[in-house]
């Protein structure tokens, strides 16, 4: 099985667990049932165009092996009846032998030329199942995003928390310093500054905890800033990282 397919699975089952411990919402509820829909119509129509391809080559291989087998049978009895004949005429046995075999030969030769087109019949049919399996791993990856950005973006119009968890995971990304700085956008930084104990009980080593407003950011941003470094932890900069993480999966397949 393909590890988009694969991922996909893994990511729909942690979406739906992840959810389960704050009830879904009817319109997330939506959003997870669509894109198991969708998900499911892709992978049955690839089936089924891959069976197409497969039972086609079949079809079309094994008709050139039965071509090849009476092509052959057609080509040695001509040339044994030649042989006979130039042999006979000839008055000699040596004549029948040498046509017989100079028949044999061609038929080997057309033999062998007509099994290697019906090889590449299937050869050309198997590549056209890898291509059909590398479309359908691209439409997974869409779907894939497709329902991070719209749960995600759900979550952070209707969850004002939602920014204060990604702040508290953020924190274990970092190499915590004594000051922290986090930057938020103005509609995000009241439900931030309230729960400011919470994230300093997070970051038990920071003595000052400083929060600004980004008037470029939109809800959902969210940069967290030590003296150590720094880390983006925005809604967007994670369906990035779900998307390299896809493409990557894909191409070392």
Known sequence: MSNIIKSFRVIESNIVSKQK?????????????????????????????????IDSANIKSEKKIDETYERTKEIL?????KGYNKGYQLGMEEGFNQGYEKGFDQGKKASEKLILEALDIKNDYIEQKSRLLRDVEEEVIELVISIYEKVLYTKVEEDEKLIVSLVLNGIDNLE????????????????????KNEILAKASSVNE????????????????ETSKGSVDVSIDNQLEEVKDLLTTILSNE
């Open 209 to 224: 905890l400083d929060i600004r407003i980004n008037s470029d950011m939109k809800k959902g941003d969210c940069i967290i």
């Open 77 to 81: 009895e001509e040339s044994k009846t």
């Open 176 to 195: 915590v310093a004594n000051k922290l700085t986090i930057i938020v956008p103005k509609e995000n930084y009241d439900i931030v500054k309230m729960h």
């Open 21 to 53: 411990a704050n009830t879904n919402t009817p319109l997330e509820e939506k959003f997870i049932e669509e894109a198991k829909k969708k998900y499911n119509t892709i992978i049955l129509n690839a089936e089924k165009e891959a069976k197409k391809i």
